[in-house]
């Protein structure tokens, strides 16, 4: 089983700032999803990325896959309350199944 | 309805009883998933069914574990004797089909609490 490891555990910023987050392994990602999920909620996809090196924007969200395909980060430009949550990274484990990190917990201050 | 409902949303039982939880997933979604989620972990997958058949059950942690889905649609995950440890919350997914990257869409999981 692909282990997944998150970086940092928790962010707390203040509203304007910019901030990256990370999810590596030690194996190669066949596929990596991000997600966000809030409180109460169930995760919410935001992006896959497929090819290695592939960047792909969302607003103020930049993801990025490492060229070796190891390796992720999300990026948020000038944080807003509204995106506090904890993001996850998820790689395929074959047939639809996924395996998760154990997520990176966000909280923009006002 | 648009999303996935799960049923009931908290739940909370007695060490050594039995509960039901349930899954209704997007009208026309072949794949469902379970997975559970404990506090400060991500969801980690316990059993998908590809139609009415579970496609993998490598998840289910022991035999207390059980899992069904008689018609293609609503789903049922099944605890026996359950114990503290089982607390969690408790995530269905739904998707068209379970190739790799068709996307996944979760309901709003049941917080099981044992106590």
């Known amino acids: 089983t692909q282990l997944l490891e998150q970086s940092p555990q928790f962010l707390s910023i203040q509203e304007g700032e910019n901030l990256t987050v990370y999810c590596n392994s030690s194996?190669?990602?066949?596929?990596l999803q991000w997600y966000r999920q809030e409180p109460g909620e169930g995760p919410v996809l935001l992006v896959t990325?497929?090819?290695?090196?592939e960047v792909k924007k969302l607003k103020r969200l930049t993801f990025q896959f490492g060229d070796a395909r190891k390796d992720s980060s999300l990026h948020i430009t000038a944080a807003q309350p509204g995106d506090t949550g904890l993001y996850l990274c998820a790689s395929s484990a074959g047939a639809g199944k996924s395996t998760f990190g154990d997520g990176t917990t966000l909280t923009v201050k006002p | 309805g648009a999303g996935v409902s799960q049923t009931p949303s908290n739940k909370v039982t007695e060490k050594g009883k039995y509960v039901e939880l349930r899954c209704d997933p997007i009208s026309g979604h072949t794949a469902l998933y379970w997975y559970r989620q404990s506090l400060g972990q991500g969801p980690e997958f316990l059993i998908y069914?590809?139609?009415?058949?579970?496609?993998?059950d490598s998840g289910l942690p022991n035999d207390r574990f059980f899992a069904v889905r008689p018609e293609g649609s609503v789903s049922t995950l099944k605890i026996q004797r359950t114990e503290r440890g089982d607390s969690a919350v408790y995530l269905c997914a739904s998707s068209l089909d379970a190739t790799s990257n068709t996307e996944a869409f979760f309901g709003q999981g049941t917080r099981l609490t044992v106590v």
């Open positions: 990325v497929v090819t290695g090196g």
């Open positions: 194996s190669v990602f066949s596929s």
């Open positions: 069914f590809q139609g009415t058949g579970a496609a993998d």
